[in-house]
């Protein structure tokens, strides 16, 4: 018999590690695979209460291992309003839309909540990925996505603590909601305490850690389960009181191993729990993977855009959304354990997610500028300083640096940035132009050709050239400088053929290094000579 | 189709485990003992006091892969060289070590009153040494480098492979225990079962040589995949040797071995430990849990005697024939005392013989109660070996054991001297290029397998994970000149600031100006924050600079 649980898992590790490295192969997000895969390998695969287990455990563990990633610091302050008004906003009228496409499909009673969440639902994890890819992170859709996203998860783990409660009886729900509440604050207790430095020199060792780490996951189960919630919540609790360790950089190896060998695993599972697909559940599958993947990117993209993030960052993050969640997975699993849901409603929901998984990185970005065409103008803000001042062009962490230096020196400038967000870096009274510095419009409003002085800090060296020809089109009213900071070797030998003196970030820091190491080889001389 | 998942007897049972071993291991840290005997006794407390817990089929092979997994990075961590080095003295003191150990063992057994079948098992059992548990405490003293410690673990490797050679044997002498056919036939059946074990283990290493190479290749800088591969390809040799009748143990090794020579060895083992950790700890809590409490009183008295009998023995023959190999007497008798407990495999060959009906329950809790004795009393000893030492010194009889000068050779000592660079990239190679320019000696730690075969010429290279501490102790974080942290991510900066406390100074990288301060305060020597330095350099150039500004 224990052969046999063995085997099962071999088979299981098996198939997930094909998907896995077929995704690899064709550069297709792995999860979708998985699921697909584990559906492929039914037969082969016994659906026995060990597999069950196995399927639970590995959504506790993802749910654990996706509250350790939920760290504080990860919600961007600065645009906490916009960020809700998308997460929320976008999420709910896309779940309407959701269940009203499942009841137009005929489904009824207590599967359309799923439904809704299924549409309304965008993933974590595919879009971080798609976005790792593109080298799009620290982009603006980049990161109001990242904070929306968040948001999104926060409400997926309160679906999962309600829905299998709800029409039953508000008090059941009630019940649910509470236990979960007060776990919650308990994770925070422990937090606190397990988290303290006193406690943590106590579990100095890996071993020690990594079963702690395992330890609090059982455990804040076993009181999910106690106290009604799903133990799956409990989990996702353990992870959040994890994330708020002050030295949960210790707690990463056993986070991540338990990530990456159950994620796979519960994907796989999750697949060869899936009946195979009828014909009578096509309508319904097509029409919420309708909703999920061009009414839901419009929706989004305009709420974004009404928030106040331009055309072309709204059209991205709209485009971007236009999937289902991992969470949606785990919220579909509750529900057939709650018999809300039917085995093919549960085989229909899950398939649209794995759809959609498959599509997001396919669509390119051809779907995003149509997009952009259909969203309203964007407003710019009036430059102040007409002649005689510095324009910094993109107000990243450099230039943000730079204008604060400039700022407290009493210079005037302007600074040009097509993420609304990143002004809220720059002090207040610093004049601005929301928009693509590659636009000649924008470079106008800057008034650019009668600057100083124009610095450029943007993010690609390909950018930087394309301003330059941008500014070249015209002629300048008077003599000005140039400077632009480029990341590669060929991007400054590009511009020195234009004439102008790039600033490379590794050579600068090159110079820096001599001087902190000089410093260090003297600070080490006087310490010799003091000792003896 | 699905059902209720929360009242699941695997996952509750599972939790309960998890929790109380987590406990144990707590408590087991703050007295100074190793996990191992916290788990027995956490599974002591669930099992027979309590009853919380019963075994059911699910834990049991959860704590099988724990065991297969154990063997399996034993094999990851077989170096060649150090084998090389530490192998032919190991080998011989090894060797003559068990061969006493299972001598007087016997005897000893015979005397307790055990039949001839049972006191040979517990001779062979009770002979070997727990690699996990010493090496966790040379680890933790900081001792691995020294001439015992490294003596010690070479004894350790050797007995490993006599442990395979048992867990080959074992299986065939099932049935009707000892004997019970003819010998002829006995003997085809030894010749087929190491032809079988000889089978899984050239396949093995073979498969690593030719095949996985390429199937690993696209996995590089995947560490997700490269996890998963391993696992898919542990379980493809924990199921063939199931099917070829090899003990799954052996297969498990055969894997582990092979992977040791690809790059990714150093990496695969950190990602595998957590996984090690959970469910080898599972398989002592089993059993734990099986252990029969109420025979322990009355066989206390025979485990204590045994248990004097391993502290002492072992220690007793590993010294002489150490010092009479020429090694000084305290490296021989500190490496003595190291193997004076009995070890967690002596637990599994005790499982495996009872699924063989070779002994009974009794005797695998008699394995149990020896090996929780002699693992706490050891670990004290071994902590305070060179206390131990100092102390036996002051009697005459005990400076008649031979003191010689003998050495084990050195296998590449890590770099001295030189400027350790962790984290790769275009800022990183440029920083790398700088120093080997200004004659520095650049070792680069690089989170990419591929990293290392592409670096500039003069510039050396190694494949971990920058929160991997000791590959970068054998990268020489300690003996460099200073660490350069090149890590876009804080928190790694802040654990390298940790290992590195009192030791070489370390310049981070910083990408913003809050996070450059914050890197200072805990403790970095300079902090390099590229937009900060661009946004100077900037200052610098703009006409008229401060002057016009001011």
């Given at each position: 018999m224990a052969e046999a649980v063995l085997v099962t898992l071999a088979v299981v590790i098996g198939v997930a590690a094909i998907a896995h490295y077929a995704a690899r192969i064709v550069n297709a997000p792995p999860a979708a695979l998985s699921i697909i895969a584990g559906l492929l390998a039914r037969p082969v695969i016994p659906r026995d209460a060990f597999l069950e287990a196995l399927l639970f455990l590995a959504l506790a563990f993802l749910l654990f291992a996706a509250g350790v990633n939920m760290h504080p610091a990860r919600f961007p302050r600065a645009t906490l309003g916009a960020v809700l008004i998308v997460g929320l906003g976008a999420t709910a009228?896309?779940?309407?839309?959701?269940?009203?496409?499942?009841?137009?499909?005929?489904?009824?009673?207590?599967?359309?909540?799923?439904?809704?969440?299924?549409?309304?639902?965008?993933?974590?994890v595919v879009v971080l990925q798609t976005l790792a890819i593109r080298g799009e992170m620290v982009d603006a859709h980049g990161r109001l996505l990242a904070g929306a996203l968040l948001v999104q998860d926060l409400v997926a783990i309160l679906l999962i603590a309600i829905l299998p409660h709800v029409p039953g009886s508000f008090r059941d729900a009630g019940v649910a909601v509470a236990g979960v509440i007060a776990l919650g604050l308990f994770a925070l207790v422990v937090a606190r305490v397990v988290g303290g430095s006193r406690f943590w020199r106590l579990v100095a060792d890996a071993e020690t850690r990594t079963l702690l780490a395992f330890a609090l996951t059982f455990g804040f189960m076993l009181l999910a389960s106690a106290l009604g919630a799903p133990a799956a919540t409990g989990a996702f609790l353990a992870g959040l009181a994890v994330a708020r360790f002050p030295a949960n950089v210790h707690l990463r190896p056993a986070v991540r191993a338990a990530r990456e060998f159950?994620?796979?695993?519960?994907?796989?599972?999750?697949?060869?729990?899936?009946?195979?697909?009828?014909?009578?559940?096509?309508?319904?599958?097509?029409?919420?993977?309708?909703?999920?993947?061009?009414?839901?990117?419009?929706?989004?993209?305009?709420?974004?855009?009404?928030?106040?993030?331009?055309?072309?960052v709204s059209a991205h993050v709209g485009d971007l959304s236009g999937q289902g969640s991992e969470f949606t997975l785990v919220l579909i699993t509750v529900g057939v354990v709650a018999e809300d849901l039917t085995a093919s409603g549960f085989a229909v929901l899950g398939l649209v997610v794995a759809a959609s998984f498959l599509v997001t990185p396919l669509r390119g970005k051809f779907t995003a500028r149509l997009l952009e065409r259909v969203l309203p103008e964007d407003r710019t803000a009036p430059p102040v300083p007409t002649e005689g001042h510095v324009v910094v062009l993109?107000?990243?962490?450099?230039?943000?640096?730079?204008?604060?230096?400039?700022?407290?020196?009493?210079?005037?400038?302007?600074?040009?940035?097509?993420?609304?967000?990143?002004?809220?870096?720059?002090?207040?009274?610093?004049?601005?132009?929301?928009?693509?510095?590659?636009?000649?419009?924008?470079?106008?409003?800057?008034?650019?050709?009668?600057?100083?002085?124009?610095?450029?800090?943007?993010?690609?060296?390909?950018?930087?050239?394309?301003?330059?020809?941008?500014?070249?089109?015209?002629?300048?009213?008077?003599?000005?400088?140039?400077l632009a900071r480029v990341f590669t070797e060929e991007g400054a030998e590009r511009l020195s053929d234009r004439g102008i003196a790039a600033i490379l970030p590794h050579e600068v820091a090159v110079r820096a290094l001599d001087e902190a190491v000089t410093t260090l080889v003297e600070r080490a001389e006087a310490a010799d000579a003091t000792s003896e | 189709m699905v059902t209720d998942p929360t009242a699941g007897s695997v996952t509750t049972g599972l939790a309960v485990v998890a929790v109380a071993a987590a406990a144990f291991a707590i408590l087991m840290r703050r007295l100074g003992q190793p996990t191992v005997?916290?788990?027995?006794?956490?599974?002591?407390?669930?099992?027979?006091?309590?009853?919380?817990?019963?075994?059911?089929?699910?834990?049991?092979?959860?704590?099988?892969?724990?065991?297969?997994?154990?063997?399996?990075?034993?094999?990851?961590?077989?170096?060649?060289?150090?084998?090389?080095?530490?192998?032919?003295?190991?080998?011989?003191?090894?060797?003559?070590?068990?061969?006493?150990?299972?001598?007087?063992?016997?005897?000893?057994?015979?005397?307790?009153?055990?039949?001839?079948?049972?006191?040979?098992?517990?001779?062979?059992?009770?002979?070997?040494?727990?690699?996990?548990?010493?090496?966790?405490?040379?680890?933790?003293?900081?001792?691995?480098?020294?001439?015992?410690?490294?003596?010690?673990?070479?004894?350790?490797?050797?007995?490993?492979?006599?442990?395979?050679?048992?867990?080959?044997?074992?299986?065939?002498?099932?049935?009707?225990?000892?004997?019970?056919?003819?010998?002829?036939?006995?003997?085809?059946?030894?010749?087929?079962?190491?032809?079988?074990?000889?089978?899984?283990?050239?396949?093995?290493?073979?498969?690593a040589r030719l095949v996985l190479p390429l199937v690993f290749r696209p996995a590089a800088g995947h560490p997700?995949?490269?996890?998963?591969?391993?696992?898919?390809?542990?379980?493809?040799?924990?199921?063939?040797?199931?099917?070829?009748?090899?003990?799954?143990?052996?297969?498990?090794?055969?894997?582990?071995?092979?992977?040791?020579?690809?790059?990714?060895?150093?990496?695969?083992?950190?990602?595998?430990?957590?996984?090690?950790?959970?469910?080898?700890?599972?398989?002592?809590?089993?059993?734990?849990?099986?252990?029969?409490?109420?025979?322990?009183?009355?066989?206390?008295?025979?485990?204590?005697?045994?248990?004097?009998?391993?502290?002492?023995?072992?220690?007793?023959?590993?010294?002489?024939?150490?010092?009479?190999m020429g090694y000084s007497r305290e490296a021989s008798f500190r490496t003595g005392i190291a193997v004076g407990q009995v070890s967690e495999f002596s637990i599994v060959l005790a499982a495996l013989a009872i699924t063989q009906d070779l002994i009974t329950p009794e005797v695998r809790d008699f394995v149990v109660l020896v090996m929780i004795l002699t693992v706490a009393a050891s670990s004290v000893l071994i902590w305070r070996s060179k206390a131990v030492y100092d102390a036996l010194s002051r009697f005459k009889w005990f400076r008649l054991i031979p003191d010689g000068d003998r050495d084990v050779e050195e296998v590449a000592p890590p770099p001295d001297g030189h400027v350790l660079l962790v984290g790769w990239d275009a800022f990183g190679a440029a920083l790398a290029r700088a120093l080997h320019a200004a004659g520095e000696r650049v070792v680069v730690v690089a989170a990419h397998p591929d990293v290392p075969d592409r670096l500039p010429p003069g510039v050396d290279g190694v494949y971990a994970d920058p929160e991997n501490t000791p590959a970068l102790e054998a990268a020489g974080l300690r003996h460099a000149r200073f660490v350069i942290a090149n890590l876009p991510e804080p928190g790694l900066v802040r654990v390298l600031l940790d290992e590195t406390r009192g030791g070489p100074?370390?310049?981070?990288?910083?990408?913003?100006?809050?996070?450059?301060?914050?890197?200072?305060?805990?403790?970095?020597?300079?902090v390099l924050a590229p937009p900060v330095l661009v946004a100077g350099e900037v200052l610098r150039r703009l006409p008229g600079g401060d002057a016009a500004d001011g």
């Open positions: 009228i896309a779940g309407v839309i959701g269940a009203a496409a499942a009841a137009a499909a005929g489904w009824t009673g207590n599967a359309i909540p799923y439904a809704g969440a299924a549409v309304g639902l965008s993933s974590t159950f994620t796979p695993v519960f994907l796989v599972v999750l697949g060869a729990f899936f009946p195979l697909p009828a014909v009578a559940d096509v309508p319904a599958f097509l029409l919420l993977l309708a909703a999920v993947l061009v009414v839901k990117p419009v929706i989004v993209a305009l709420v974004s855009r009404l928030v106040g993030f331009p055309r072309r993109g107000v990243g962490r450099a230039g943000s640096t730079l204008v604060r230096a400039l700022h407290a020196r009493g210079t005037s400038l302007v600074v040009v940035d097509m993420d609304p967000n990143a002004f809220s870096v720059v002090p207040k009274d610093v004049p601005r132009v929301l928009g693509d510095a590659r636009d000649p419009q924008v470079l106008h409003a800057a008034h650019a050709w009668n600057a100083r002085a124009i610095v450029m800090m943007l993010r690609k060296d390909e950018v930087v050239e394309e301003v330059l020809e941008a500014l070249a089109d015209r002629e300048g009213d008077r003599e000005r400088v140039v | 005997v916290g788990f027995l006794a956490a599974g002591i407390l669930l099992g027979p006091v309590l009853g919380l817990v019963t075994i059911g089929s699910a834990l049991e092979a959860l704590g099988e892969l724990g065991v297969a997994l154990l063997l399996f990075l034993v094999g990851l961590d077989l170096s060649l060289d150090e084998v090389r080095a530490v192998g032919p003295p190991a080998f011989i003191a090894g060797t003559v070590q068990l061969v006493g150990s299972t001598l007087g063992g016997y005897y000893l057994a015979l005397f307790l009153g055990f039949g001839t079948g049972a006191a040979l098992f517990l001779a062979v059992a009770l002979a070997f040494s727990s690699t996990v548990v010493v090496v966790k405490i040379l680890v933790d003293l900081g001792d691995m480098a020294t001439t015992y410690g490294r003596l010690a673990v070479g004894v350790f490797l050797v007995q490993d492979l006599f442990i395979v050679l048992l867990l080959t044997l074992l299986p065939l002498l099932g049935g009707g225990g000892l004997g019970a056919e003819s010998p002829s036939v006995f003997a085809v059946e030894i010749g087929l079962a190491f032809a079988r074990t000889l089978v899984i283990i050239a396949a093995a290493l073979v498969a997700g995949l490269l996890l998963l591969l391993t696992l898919a390809w542990l379980f493809v040799l924990v199921v063939a040797s199931e099917g070829m009748h090899v003990s799954v143990e052996v297969g498990a090794f055969a894997g582990g071995l092979g992977l040791s020579m690809m790059p990714y060895a150093h990496d695969l083992r950190r990602r595998v430990h957590p996984l090690l950790d959970l469910f080898l700890a599972l398989f002592f809590v089993t059993l734990g849990v099986r252990f029969a409490l109420g025979d322990a009183l009355a066989i206390l008295p025979a485990a204590l005697l045994f248990t004097v009998f391993v502290l002492i023995g072992n220690a007793l023959v590993l010294t002489l024939v150490l010092a009479f100074p370390v310049i981070a990288r910083a990408e913003a100006e809050d996070v450059a301060e914050l890197l200072e305060k805990e403790g970095a020597s300079a």
